[in-house]
């Protein structure tokens, strides 16, 4: 009988079992380099989310300012647009020849515009492209001229991050070191408060321990620093995450996250160093649900991935999680998601 | 149960049922590990779930069926040198011959078939818990069964 067969053929195979003890070992020392991987890359995205705070701003951006013959203080009240909206910040790194968008954040409004949930979608996220994968940051370089041209970089990440999530990206945002430096001295300088001396490797500057308030120029220096500090690449990243909430403190303090006709000024003073994409809503219209919804403490989330599957490519995103938190992401259910999946929530503070 | 209580429990038996799945010792310590690693970080969800072990099973499984896509299979090839904890087999000429027809039969039916036959004819379960394991229907799960039996049965006359 086959079954007979079957049953004495497994026994033999059974006595090549190894010992179990090797790879329990094996298993515990495997978890602790997992372990590690995965904070770091949790921290990145807490320097992300935080930074995408402080740009909420600048996703209300118009590609065209508001025209200089219009009507200083509109009479009638705006018609605010109704529904969830979502919003794409994408920050760019254009140090080197091609362009990557390195940071890439949704910014969820629910409808009721209570507060802000800010999804950052890890940089080496899989996504479907033509035929295949392709990691996310990259789908910014992949298009033509986007070394020059921002805004053809940006659509083809817009297009990749609605077919990921299933969302209409409604408006969104790119912003480049020299946008940084443009906002920075636009608000006036950022006081951000360092641990540690840092010592710029690009320029002669020495920023010392402590608080201080730093002008665009300077707060670029110092976002680019890596070499040198004591954890490099993280120091980098939290450092850049001092530096956002001190931007987000000082955009609250002069009010104007909530104030469309500031930010109106801080747009026009700044817009040539941002590209922006309102799509079919009208600027006063996004100042006034984003700057509703900015004033409540925001929501940090990141996009499910799987951590425990780096295949040397890129992230998949969860198996198990990425499908409901993409359906509570579409009906708008975000809240409930998040109170659901408390360790998925990252601390902006 | 925490993650130590079900390894000292469980871990043998996964380990064997790898075995069996991969019918190589170094694959199904692979297999295991990454399976337990992945157990291990996510803990608190394979806790919650009614049955932990069915669960792990079944996460074995499909790491098992999905090996090619997955990050494990390169592991394999980059592995150094064979584990010395494993003795050769030292049976005499004509088992060792039937060892490895029987194997190499085994290995040449698709993952799930495979799959299935291990979990009926060594692990004994009954055909609704292996649909589960396996993520599918019992009338597939029985039909996979006699389409590897089928195929077992055509090597046989044709050796014998």
């Known amino acids: 009988m086959i079954e007979d067969e079957l049953r004495a053929a497994f026994a033999r195979i059974e006595e090549s079992t190894p010992p179990v003890g090797p790879l329990r070992v094996a298993v515990d020392r495997a978890v602790i380099s997992r372990r590690r991987r995965r904070r770091r890359v949790r921290l990145a995205g807490t320097a992300l989310a935080v930074a995408a705070v402080a740009l909420v701003g600048f996703t209300a951006m118009a590609p065209r300012p508001p025209a200089p013959t219009a009507a200083p203080a509109l009479p009638t009240p705006v018609p605010e647009a109704a529904g969830a909206l979502n919003l794409l910040l994408v920050g760019v790194d254009q140090s080197a020849g091609s362009r990557r968008a390195d940071s890439v954040l949704l910014v969820h409004l629910p409808a009721d515009r209570s507060r802000l949930y800010l999804v950052s979608l890890p940089r080496d996220l899989l996504v479907p492209s033509q035929g295949g994968t392709e990691k996310l940051n990259a789908t910014f370089s992949r298009a033509a001229g986007s070394g020059t041209d921002l805004a053809a970089g940006y659509r083809t990440t817009r297009e990749a991050v609605a077919r990921l999530t299933g969302v209409r990206v409604d408006a969104g945002a790119v912003l480049t070191y020299p946008g940084a430096r443009e906002l920075t001295d636009a608000v006036g300088g950022v006081p951000v408060c360092l641990p540690a001396p840092v010592r710029s490797v690009h320029t002669e500057r020495r920023f010392p321990a402590g608080c201080q308030r730093l002008n665009g120029a300077a707060a670029v220096d110092l976002l680019r620093q890596r070499y040198g500090l004591r954890d490099g690449g993280l120091d980098r990243d939290r450092n850049a995450a001092r530096y956002a909430a001190g931007l987000l403190r000082q955009l609250r303090e002069q009010g104007t996250v909530t104030d469309p006709a500031q930010l109106g000024r801080l747009l026009l003073r700044v817009g040539p160093a941002v590209t922006a994409d309102t799509g079919d809503l009208s600027l006063p219209a996004l100042v006034a649900a984003s700057g509703r919804a900015a004033a409540a403490e925001p929501v940090g989330l990141s996009f499910p991935v799987d951590f425990d599957d780096w295949t040397g490519r890129g992230f998949e995103p969860d198996p198990t999680l990425a499908p409901g938190f993409l359906d509570a992401l579409r009906a708008d259910r975000l809240a409930q998601w998040a109170a659901a999946h408390p360790d998925r929530v990252t601390a902006l503070r | ?160």
Do not use: K
């Open chain 2, 1 to 160: 149960m925490t993650y130590e209580e079900f390894a000292d429990a469980r871990l043998g038996a996964l380990l064997r049922y790898a075995v069996m799945l991969t019918g190589d010792p170094h694959q199904a310590q692979d297999l295991v590990q990454e399976t337990m690693v992945r157990v291990q970080l996510n803990w608190r969800r394979v806790a919650r779930t009614d049955a932990p072990e069915r669960y792990v099973r079944r996460m074995l499984t499909n790491q098992f069926i999905d090996w090619r896509r997955g990050s494990w299979a390169r592991r394999v090839l980059l592995r150094g040198e064979a584990d010395q904890s494993v003795p050769a087999p030292t049976d005499h000429a004509q088992s060792a011959v039937d060892r490895d027809q029987i194997r190499s039969w085994l290995s040449r039916l698709p993952r799930r078939q495979r799959a299935a036959l291990v979990l009926r004819y060594y692990e004994d379960l009954p055909d609704g818990e292996i649909a589960e394991i396996l993520g599918c229907a019992v009338g597939t799960v029985r039909s996979s069964i006699s389409r590897a039996l089928a195929t077992l049965r055509a090597e046989l006359v044709e050796v014998c």
